[in-house]
């Protein structure tokens, strides 16, 4: 059971540029999110999908796009780069019962680098 | 808007000590409270979760209470081993967000052998 899975785990992009990342679960979750995580600012949620087809903005989504075309994937797109994006990105899942919180499991991240 | 604020930011204990680590929280409605655990390198990972209809919830070495008149919760860790070692988030669900997490800035918890 390989649970979230985020490809890739480490890129360096020129400022300007563009790129996807990539999540995958295979834990049939409904709900999926984006976070980036900086140096003493903790995790800050980006955009989130409570299912297939929909997406809502987070804290910071200014800079971000996404999709959840299937269940099992949710893309985080940079359409262009910026040195502030500088950071690590966590994808995440879960599945709330009955309207509750549940556990959100966690990807192993993607360090991005934009110089 | 809503946040959670963690205390204290970096934490030293020599082996078989306790540590605790404090959060506060902003909405009244928050009603779920979990703690995370990220090792280097990795992803952060559930260790322990309370919900507001308990005031505290133990699992072997730790342990969470919550004050939900104060809005605050803490994480208790008993006998710590050095590969308690790592860095902890609290969260709090934010209801006015179809209850997304707001995490806390974390604490580095370095256990001394």
């Known amino acids: 059971n390989a649970g979230v899975t985020q490809t890739p785990k480490f890129r360096v992009l020129k400022t300007g540029q563009s790129m996807t990342l990539l999540c995958a679960q295979d834990?049939?979750?409904?709900?999926m999110y984006w976070y980036r995580q900086d140096p003493g600012m903790g995790l800050r949620l980006i955009h989130y999908?409570?299912?297939?087809?929909?997406?809502a903005k987070g804290e910071v989504p200014d800079g971000y796009n996404v999709s959840r075309l299937k269940k099992q994937n949710f893309l985080l797109g940079l359409e262009s780069a910026a040195p502030s994006q500088t950071s690590v990105y966590f994808c995440?899942?879960?599945?709330?019962?009955?309207?509750?919180?549940?556990?959100?499991?966690f990807g192993q991240g993607t360090r991005l680098t934009v110089v | 808007g809503e946040n959670v604020e963690q205390h204290p930011s970096t934490l030293s204990v020599q082996e078989g000590d306790s540590a605790v680590i404090k959060c506060t929280y902003s909405?009244?409605?928050?009603?779920?409270f979990p703690w995370y655990k990220q090792e280097l390198g990795k992803g952060p990972q559930l260790i322990i979760d309370i919900r507001s209809n308990v005031g505290e919830k133990k699992d072997q070495r730790i342990a969470v209470t919550l004050n939900k008149t104060a809005k605050h919760f803490s994480l208790h860790i008993t006998e710590t081993q050095p590969e308690d070692s790592a860095v902890y988030f609290c969260?709090?669900?934010?209801?006015?967000?179809?209850?997304?997490?707001?995490f806390g800035k974390g604490t580095k918890l370095s256990v001394k052998p």
């Open positions: 995440a899942s879960s599945y709330p019962s009955g309207g509750l919180n549940t556990e959100a499991f």
């Open positions: 999908s409570v299912g297939e087809g929909t997406t």
């Open positions: 834990m049939n979750h409904e709900y």
């Open positions: 969260a709090a669900n934010y209801r006015g967000s179809q209850g997304n997490l707001i």
């Open positions: 909405d009244s409605a928050s009603n779920y």
